[in-house]
């Protein structure tokens, strides 16, 4: 019996004091670094261990514990009898390589327990984990109880329920930010800034650094000031004043880009000025269009089209306008052409009907006129080129090609002061040069003179012949002489001296 007293007393000496906060305390002096992706399996991994192992130990080791046991002292049997449990719940009696392998699983399990419980205390989970926070924090409480107690194998249990816990905490941990962030914005979309707040800030307290929840936060602190500028913006359009609305929504998307509704009053207030804007110019450039102001109207419809490029009415009348101002070119051209046919430029009237017939060859008056300009241009080149050589005249073909002219000439319709004039010249020169003029040769009455495309005069002292203007060539014969060539002109209108014929010169 002492001895059993003694027994008590030396198990009563090696009981340590439970300290409900081993796990804090631990926890503090350990800082065991965090593992996110990694910590809810690794809890299941460890969980399902320890049942295995528990089983295990049930099996295989305690049959042969409890049937190799033996009592060490006789007297005590009696009582231990009597205190007996069933069979089925007497805890099993381990060895001590089983206590220290136990002992070395509950500390790792108190270490995953220490890493998960910083993990869950970074999310906050104290504030939204309610029952399960509470049950997490009562199983690891009794695993450090147990464990100060040198009970391993309830700390492996507590230990290891207390993780399944917390990864069920960390697993609802992903599902609360998705959904509050879903929730925040659906309160975004209705207006309602306070309860946007909430679950910005539910999320933000679970990951601080959630880069959407960061930027749903910052739309809910605007969002009473934006709604204010879309009221604004919406006041200013039922009175008319779309700029002025415009500019009230487009400051609200300042605030917050992604808020549809004022969004899609920004879109509805710019199609209305769109739409005014396109109405306006497409009646300006309709009216210039009526007023054959064909630049303008030009430059109208293209504004338009800037405004609409699909616009069919605006691409049908610019085309319009363009034609105009084809007409209004080809008008002009032709207003040019005939003032230089007036002037009687005539190559510079060609170039012009030229120009005209490149860019449209079926214009009849350009045609007409370009023909009607080449017969002048050709007139007048012919006109010049005798006046301007009168000497030309002195052959009788060309005489009479010029006398053709001069009748082609005066056959002009509307003939202008230049062709008039020319005509004017031309004929005096014919008239000139076909008339003829009192000319007087001398010789010495031996000399027998001829004079070449008029003919053979003879012998005389002093002779008068009637020649028209031209140049002409009188030749002198003598029997024993050397023959004499005197070439000699006619000017029309002038006094020519008297010829001199006459064979001086002996051939020896």
């Known amino acids: 019996m002492a001895n059993i007293d003694s027994q008590a007393t030396a198990h009563e000496d090696t009981i340590i004091p439970v300290n409900p906060e081993l796990t804090r305390i ?89 890493t998960q419980r910083a993990q869950l205390d970074e999310l906050a989970a104290a504030g939204w984990g309610e029952d399960v926070w509470e049950q997490y924090q009562d199983r690891s409480r009794a695993g450090d109880d147990a464990y100060l107690a040198n009970a391993f194998q309830d700390a492996v249990l507590n230990y290891a329920e207390a993780l399944g816990l917390g990864a069920q905490m960390l697993e609802r941990s992903a599902e609360i930010v998705v959904s509050a962030l879903r929730a925040g914005n659906a309160a975004l979309d209705a207006g309602n800034a306070r309860l946007a707040l909430e679950q910005f800030q539910l999320v933000l307290g679970i990951d601080a650094e959630n880069s959407a929840a960061q930027r749903g936060l910052r739309r809910a602190d605007s969002l ?141 008056f350009a045609q007409t006129g370009l023909e009607r300009s080449m017969l002048r241009a050709d007139l007048d080149a012919k006109l010049v080129n005798l006046i301007d050589n009168p000497t030309l005249l002195f052959d009788d073909r060309v005489l009479t090609d010029a006398g053709a002219l001069l009748d082609d000439a005066r056959q002009v319709q509307d003939a202008g002061g230049r062709l008039t004039q020319q005509i004017a010249d031309l004929n005096q020169l014919i008239v000139l040069a076909s008339t003829p003029l009192t ?63 006459r064979c001086a010169e002996l051939i020896r």
């Open 224 to 364: 009473p000031q934006v709604t204010v500028l879309v009221r604004q913006g919406t006041e200013f359009e039922r009175q008319g004043d779309l700029a002025a609305a415009a500019g009230a929504f487009r400051n609200a998307l300042g605030l917050d880009p992604d808020w549809a509704p004022a969004r899609s009053a920004l879109e509805a207030v710019a199609m209305r000025i769109e739409n005014q804007e396109f109405d306006r110019r497409m009646s300006e450039g309709l009216s210039a269009l009526a007023t054959e102001n064909y630049d303008d109207a030009y430059d109208l419809f293209g504004e338009v089209l800037l405004i609409r490029p699909d616009s069919v009415d605006a691409r049908d009348a610019q085309t319009q306008a363009q034609q105009g101002q084809k007409l209004d070119e080809i008008a002009l051209v032709e207003a040019r052409a005939l003032g230089f046919e007036t002037r009687e430029l005539w190559d510079t009237a060609i170039q012009l009907y030229r120009g005209l017939l490149e860019t449209e060859e079926s214009l009849a």
């Open 26 to 114: 631990a926890a503090t002096a350990s800082a065991v670094p965090r593992d996110k992706g990694s910590g809810p399996r690794l809890l299941v991994g460890v969980s399902l261990f320890v049942a295995l192992l528990l089983a295990l130990v049930v099996i295989l080791v305690l049959p042969d514990w409890v049937a190799n046991e033996e009592p060490e002292h006789s007297a005590p049997v009696e009582l231990v009898a009597e205190a007996a449990l069933p069979e089925e719940m007497q805890a099993p009696v381990l060895s001590a390589e089983e206590l220290v392998a136990l002992r070395e699983e509950a500390e790792t399990l108190l270490a995953n327990l220490l």
């Open 439 to 501: 000319i007087t040769f001398q010789s010495d009455e031996l000399t027998s003179v001829t004079i070449y495309r008029v003919g053979s005069f003879g012998t005389f002292a002093e002779k008068e012949v009637e020649l028209r203007p031209g140049n002409y060539r009188a030749q002198g014969s003598r029997n024993g002489y050397r023959d004499v060539l005197v070439d000699f002109i006619v000017r029309p209108g002038r006094q020519t001296a008297s010829i001199d014929v």
